[in-house]
């Protein structure tokens, strides 16, 4: 007797992700939800009308499947990229100390006329960006292999 194959069979493939609407951002950002970066890792590229986070993304898709094979839970360095970028605002953000490591709780859009709005990069310590954009566009793009997260832990939100 043969079994049907389970998605925990399949080979992991580097998560690809883009947003376009509000409903995609959404599952965008659960997935990067507890991202860390240094500030020195994100970079606003005003003639492309692009800005990019190179983060340590904690991999929330692959909890069960760690915890069900006792293994430890990670993270994977991925770009958060949004295009369209028209201009950039920070609130809470001291570009100056190269050491601060910041945390990303959500990515959220405020829509506007048209097609446009803002991205809200929201921070935990009360930081935010705010980047005014032509039409929602986001990238969400694992660049490296998973390694194990250094805390072993499942971020904790007090809930």
Known sequence: MSMDAKFEDGG?????????????LQVLSSLAQDAVFPVTEMKWMPADRRFALLVNRFRWED???????????????????????????????????????LSLLSVSFKEGEDASGEVLL????????????????????DVTKPYVAPSKQVPDHGA
């Open 122 to 141: 929201t921070l935990a310590g009360d930081g935010a960006l705010r980047l005014s954009v032509e039409a929602l566009d986001v990238t969400l793009k």
């Open 12 to 24: 992991e493939v580097p998560l690809n992700l883009g947003a376009l609407d509000v409903e995609d």
């Open 63 to 101: 909890v069960d499947a760690a915890k069900q094979r006792g293994r430890a839970v990670e993270r994977v360095q991925s770009l958060l990229v949004i295009d369209n970028v028209m201009n950039v605002a920070s609130q809470g953000v001291d570009r100056s100390d190269k050491d601060v490591i």
